[in-house]
């Protein structure tokens, strides 16, 4: 893990804003998605309400892709979390992007899948606000999968854990937190 203080402006300047308006420390602790409770909450769309705020992120997302080698023609990810981040990194970059329902569309073209349209070989990078397990983004794997894209890389803005890394490693697909749990001196979720 690179320290703090090697990481660029773009990086220092998103973690600041993720640090300062995403991350608060409760008295009470509360139950996080995968089941667990923690006292440190993370409301990663908070950290990017604003047009600049989400400019600056997305910034950093598309920098540590390109640094990680991370290429891709449409970026997204299971809405709501991603949604955002997505939107934001297509803007940055000039991909497409997309958002992955969480149930199936029951008129229409009854899809999964929600903005550009997923061919065979495009390249996907999923994105995420928090993950604490990966189980989110890995649904979101598994509905675009059979689409024939080819997923290069897995970004989250903040990793609260060590268990996204290994559950994408089984699928060889590459995993980088913007921010981690170690960057913001918090515990890290239990493998359980």
């Known amino acids: 893990m690179t320290p703090v203080s090697d990481r660029s402006q773009t990086w220092q300047a998103a973690f600041d804003l993720i640090r300062t308006r995403g991350h608060e420390r409760r008295e009470e602790p ?3 998605a995968s089941g667990q409770l923690s006292h440190d909450y993370i409301d990663g769309k908070y950290a990017v309400d604003t ?3 989400l400019r600056i992120v997305s ?5 540590l892709a390109a640094a990680e080698g991370i ?18 990194v297509a803007m940055v970059t000039g991909a497409a992007w997309f958002s992955v329902r969480k149930e199936q569309k029951t008129r229409g073209r009854e899809q999964w899948v929600e903005g550009t349209r997923l061919q065979p070989g495009t390249r ?3 994105v995420d606000d928090v993950i604490s397990t990966g189980g ?8 675009i999968a059979p689409l024939g894209v080819v997923v290069t ?12 890394a290994a559950r994408f490693a089984k699928h060889g697909i590459p995993f980088r937190a913007l921010v981690s749990y170690r960057d913001l001196g918090i515990e890290p979720v239990a493998d359980v």
């Open 30 to 32: 509360f139950r996080l």
């Open 136 to 143: 989110s983004t890995e649904l979101a794997l598994e509905r």
């Open 51 to 53: 047009g600049e705020r």
């Open 153 to 164: 890389g897995v970004i989250p803005m903040v990793d609260r854990g060590d268990i996204a």
């Open 59 to 63: 910034e950093a997302v598309a920098e």
């Open 124 to 126: 996907v990078l999923l």
């Open 71 to 88: 290429e891709f023609d449409a970026v997204g990810g299971l809405t709501m979390g991603a949604d955002p981040l997505a939107h934001g």
